[in-house]
């Protein structure tokens, strides 16, 4: 959760580079080919040159076929991996490919014109695509993909470069793909339709159809189609995509939703509710039993769980040694005791070293029923989603509602996004919470340890003040989420975070300008949220070490929106 550091020359990066992000090509010429050779990377690293040995060829996950390339960056090396290509001068290309991971690039460079190259921070599978033309004496072009400093192994898959014949050969064309079997509806909620399908082979993606109009594009075998009606029938389809075309499509299915159960999940919680994380661990900051946290907190979120040898599966251990000899019993009967004051106790998942992985159904079903595996064992209220190494949109919310179903409607479910994670609705961390909405609680995007980030409104914003918070809470509420979504994360003093720290004086300002259209800083909403959830800070123990001073300041101003 705390002390990830944003290195300057990162945040430069995303300020300038945001608005070069480009959208997808269109299709290539008939008289076009792939002058890439080998990439898919079926053939290992043929072809391909990786500085300081930072690149392997994975099994898994893989965009398609069965190989991809996996690049790993390590202290000043970011892994960038090219490969040269003939091209013809005074001719103009499309590059592309799938990658996945935080801040990938691609680009090509020496074309004899303008050296190009774009990004995504997208922890899905996410097409990148940009063109150049190539200077009148240019016959060959270095195309690269690389990460970024200090930042997690991306993925890349099946390049190409579609123009005109270079004459040094590359890669076949892809055919149009089949037309995907087995579609099914494996739940339903009062305002969505889970799908899934089984996997075509040559295809890159699937569009899903509603009463035979395009609704969703998604990249693997399932897809969450929200904003239904209750109690209601629809008809629904798919079909494949690549380069090359799209498929027909499948025979259709009906879903039917369930009878209406209001928006949102969290049972009780209250409309106006702070949350705070509790500390399974001893850094330096006051140790707690769980008895001991201030009473100003509605959710607590025990940080945090494990994972396990399983793929998707976590377990928790109780630090009863570093917590001054704390026992389960004691833990499992405090958890009750809150409840019984009416908060709602969870289990978070993730932290800034949290490596859980949910990419695909089985991981999905894993994480599903060992969370609630842990609910049932210790008490818990719900989960919190604190995956800061990214996260599947499509598998997580698949995990997720799996969890509701199992749990029912008094499930709560949160989500501490870091800044980056919610700067666009592309975003897989924003994906999942649209995907969920009906079922999530609240989204805490946390306002610390960030670089400067866009606003709503398009402008550049540093943390450490009100329209840091204002502004990029703006993103949120624009893009779909309700205002009883969104609760804005806070470190509770100087020692909770390596930056971002703001005086509970700013917080509250913050949540009258968005609750009240009061105590704005230069930026103002378009309009009032009066039904904003509140507040989220880390830790409860480092609260407790500042005397509750965040806490005492913060709670009764949230409670009194």
Request: charge should be neutral; charged fraction near 10%.
């Amino acid at each position: 959760m705390p002390g990830r550091r944003w290195a300057g020359a990162l945040a430069a990066a995303v300020t300038a580079s945001v608005l070069s992000l480009t959208g997808l090509a269109g299709q290539a010429q008939a008289a076009d080919v792939n002058n890439v050779k080998n990439g898919g990377f079926e053939s290992g690293l043929s072809n391909w040159t990786c500085s300081a040995g930072s690149g392997a060829t994975v099994s898994s996950p893989v965009h398609s076929g069965a190989a991809a390339l996996k690049g790993t960056p390590a202290g000043q090396d970011y892994a960038q991996c090219s490969q040269s290509v003939a091209v013809k001068p005074n001719s103009t290309y499309t590059l592309s490919a799938w990658v996945q991971g935080s801040y990938t690039y691609l680009g090509a460079s020496g074309t004899g014109t303008t050296d190009v190259s774009t990004w995504t921070p997208n922890t899905t599978w996410t097409q990148l695509s940009t063109t150049f033309t190539t200077g009148a004496s240019t016959t060959s072009v270095t195309v690269w993909t690389h990460g970024w400093y200090g930042q997690p192994a991306y993925l890349a898959d099946d390049f190409s470069v579609f123009g005109p014949d270079g004459g040094g050969g590359g890669d076949p064309a892809p055919t149009v793909p089949a037309t995907p079997a087995g579609l099914t509806v494996p739940s339903t909620t009062s305002s969505s339709v889970s799908l899934a399908w089984n996997t075509v082979s040559g295809a890159t993606g699937y569009n899903v159809y509603q009463g035979g109009s395009k609704v969703q594009s998604v990249t693997g075998t399932s897809a969450t189609v929200s904003g239904l009606s209750a109690s209601t029938s629809y008809s629904f389809q798919v079909s494949a995509t690549n380069s090359a075309g799209e498929s027909a499509k499948s025979s259709a299915v009906t879903g039917t939703t369930t009878a209406s159960g209001g928006g949102g999940g969290g049972g009780t919680v209250p409309a106006h509710a702070v949350t705070g994380y509790w500390q399974n661990f001893n850094n330096g900051a006051t140790v707690q039993k769980l008895s001991a946290v201030q009473s100003q907190y509605d959710i607590i979120a025990v940080a945090f769980a494990d994972a396990t040898s399983t793929p998707g599966a976590v377990s928790f251990t109780l630090d009863s040694a570093g917590l001054g000899g704390y026992t389960v019993d004691q833990f499992k009967a405090d958890i009750k005791a809150k409840q019984a004051a009416g908060k709602k106790v969870i289990i978070s998942i993730g932290g800034q070293n949290g490596t859980i992985s949910v990419s695909d159904s089985a991981s999905a079903t894993n994480f599903a029923n060992s969370v609630y595996s842990l609910m049932q064992t210790y008490g818990f209220d719900g989960v919190d989603i604190d995956l800061e190494n990214g996260l599947n949109a499509t598998y997580m919310s698949q995990a997720l509602r799996s969890l509701s179903g199992k749990a029912g409607s008094s499930l709560v479910i949160t989500m501490a996004p870091q800044t980056i994670d919610m700067q666009s609705t592309s975003n897989s961390y924003f994906q999942t919470a649209l995907n969920i909405k009906d079922i999530l609680t609240v989204v805490n995007m946390q306002y610390y340890n960030s670089g400067s980030m866009l606003g709503c409104d398009g402008k550049v914003y540093s943390q450490g003040s009100v329209d840091f918070l204002t502004a990029l809470a703006c993103i949120q509420l624009q893009g779909g989420l309700d205002a009883s979504q969104v609760g804005l994360g806070l470190p509770a003093s100087t020692s909770g975070a390596g930056s971002g720290y703001v005086s509970p004086t700013v917080v509250n300002n913050a949540l009258d300008c968005l609750a009240k259209l009061t105590n704005c800083g230069s930026f103002k909403p378009a309009k009032a949220y009066p039904g904003l959830r509140g507040a989220m800070t880390w830790s409860t123990n480092w609260d407790a070490s500042a005397g509750n001073a965040w806490s005492n300041a913060v709670g009764p101003h949230v409670h009194s929106l």
